[in-house]
């Protein structure tokens, strides 16, 4: 069983076998509250099926404090219990879903970009075009931010059609983790996608007083 775990935009998390069958999909839109509903949903998912053999943790791009609530969590419990936790774009797991529902359609999306709201009148997007050979979304451009009065001049540009996501299936990251694994493969590095510095700087130190 492959956990999955992403806190890039609501809190999710889902269980599902190597083939993709999903034994449980949890999700809590609420943008902040992170912390509080991670607990209860990872308790949930977890007792869904056999004990993990992976965990999948959606890496961004988010916000700094939701997106490290997610990734601390998928590394503690991929620690207590002695498995692999296994990085993946948050992105690829929306750009995997809209690319499985076209094949089941029978629809192509075409060029696609990935938007997320980063905040702070900005969103961050990625470009994807098809599906490659691994079952994995071609990623055309890395996770970049844009202006919002800038972004759709700048897809445009890139030929891409928006697809704008307000939440991130857990069950698709760790999906694209199976399938990663599968072709021995690696999606994503070891640090979060964040894009934008933390607000919160370490103290300087305090002034000598004579």
């Known amino acids: 069983m492959i956990l999955g775990i992403d806190t890039s935009l609501g809190t999710a998390v889902a269980a599902i076998t190597p083939d993709g069958e999903v034994l449980a999909d949890e999700q809590s ?114 996770a970049a931010l844009a202006p919002r009065d800038a972004l759709d001049d700048r897809l445009a540009e890139l030929g891409a059609v928006r697809r704008d996501a307000a939440a991130v299936s857990a069950a698709m990251i760790a999906l694209a983790a199976a399938r990663a694994l599968d072709a021995g493969r690696t999606l994503a590095g070891p640090e979060p996608l964040y894009l934008r510095s933390p607000d919160v700087v370490a103290a300087h130190a305090p002034k000598r007083v004579s």
């Open 29 to 142: 839109l609420n943008p902040l509250g992170h912390a509080e509903v991670i607990g209860d949903l990872l308790r949930r998912a977890g007792s869904a099926g056999p004990a993990p053999t992976h965990v999948a943790v959606g890496m961004g791009p988010g916000p700094f404090t939701g997106l490290r609530v997610g990734i601390a969590t998928a590394r503690a419990f991929a620690l207590g219990r002695g498995i692999p936790a296994v990085p993946v774009p948050s992105h690829d797991g929306v750009a995997l879903e809209l690319l499985l529902h076209g094949s089941l359609t029978d629809t192509d999306p075409g060029r696609f970009a990935v938007v997320t709201d980063a905040r702070r009148k900005e969103f961050a997007f990625t470009v994807y075009d098809g599906i490659d050979d691994d079952g994995l979304p071609v990623r055309v451009t890395d």
